[in-house]
């Protein structure tokens, strides 16, 4: 994508002002509603068990690219809850299927820099319930919603490099594609590359169309099948 370049009085090609610029504010946590979804900040004592339930039905495989865990008990994943809930950045999130009541995933803001105008989403993980769900999209929405809301400019999807699901979840977001930072980290003894894709303010509008129309009643069966794939509604790539 193009953007504006300005030159200056020495000849000097710069970005284009950003007007009025103060700052975005930081996020405050709330519950965040919507399309059969809700995010309700991280309470141990409410959402451990469920998600200690929801994770345990998958094989363990869920863990391979979550830098913390797997956890040999519910009390131990418990405690490990509870001290994530008592941070600021990052900033938890369980994902509740608003049907059911019960919590599913966990998804969180983090590297929030209000005065960059930058914040990220992470730490997701979801259980195989949640996985390749509306649900699962509709949570990722109402993060983005909240963040852009708030004046962030730049919101931003990282995942070690080899982690395939990840990267294509990105992708079907509408999240461009930034590069890999080689030996970004070391994560559980492995050295880690991490691919990075973000998502500006200027794609926001025309994003949020495309999910809303995606996420609809209307583009779902009884089953709550889609009738139509979300990349059918997103604006082509520049």
């Given at each position: 994508?193009?953007?504006?370049?300005?030159?200056?009085?020495?000849?000097?090609?710069?970005?284009?002002?950003?007007?009025?610029?103060?700052?975005?504010?930081?996020?405050?946590?709330?519950?965040?509603?919507?399309w059969g979804c809700r995010l309700?900040?991280?309470?141990?004592?409410?959402?451990?068990?469920d998600l200690w339930q929801a994770f345990s039905a998958d094989s363990g495989a869920l863990w391979s690219y979550f830098t913390a865990g797997p956890y040999a008990s519910e009390a131990e994943f418990a405690a490990a809850l509870a001290e994530r809930?008592?941070?600021?950045?990052?900033?938890?999130?369980?994902?509740i299927d608003a049907a059911?009541?019960?919590?599913?995933?966990l998804a969180s803001y983090l590297r929030i820099d209000p005065q960059a105008g930058s914040i990220e989403v992470g730490w997701l993980h979801f259980s195989p319930a949640l996985q390749r769900t509306r649900l699962a999209t509709a949570a990722m929405v109402l993060m983005m919603a909240y963040a852009f809301e708030l004046g962030f400019r730049?919101?931003?999807?990282?995942?070690?490099?080899?982690?395939?699901?990840?990267?294509r979840a990105a992708e079907r977001l509408g999240f461009t594609f930034e590069g890999i930072f080689r030996n970004a980290t070391v994560s559980k003894g492995r050295s880690r590359d991490t691919a990075w894709f973000s998502i500006i303010d200027s794609e926001w509008p025309t994003l949020r169309t495309a999910y809303q129309t995606w996420l609809a009643e209307e583009n779902?069966?009884?089953?709550?099948?889609?009738?139509?794939?979300?990349?059918?509604?997103?604006?082509?790539?520049?």
């Open positions: 994508m193009q953007r504006d370049i300005y030159i200056n009085e020495f000849g000097q090609p710069l970005g284009p002002i950003v007007e009025n610029w103060q700052g975005a504010t930081f996020p405050t946590p709330k519950v965040m509603e919507g309700e900040p991280l309470n141990a004592a409410q959402h451990a068990a809930a008592q941070q600021r950045d990052p900033q938890y999130y369980a994902i059911s009541g019960k919590a599913l995933g730049r919101y931003e999807w990282k995942c070690n490099n080899l982690n395939a699901p990840s990267k779902f069966d009884a089953k709550g099948q889609q009738l139509r794939k979300l990349s059918e509604f997103m604006p082509a790539k520049q």
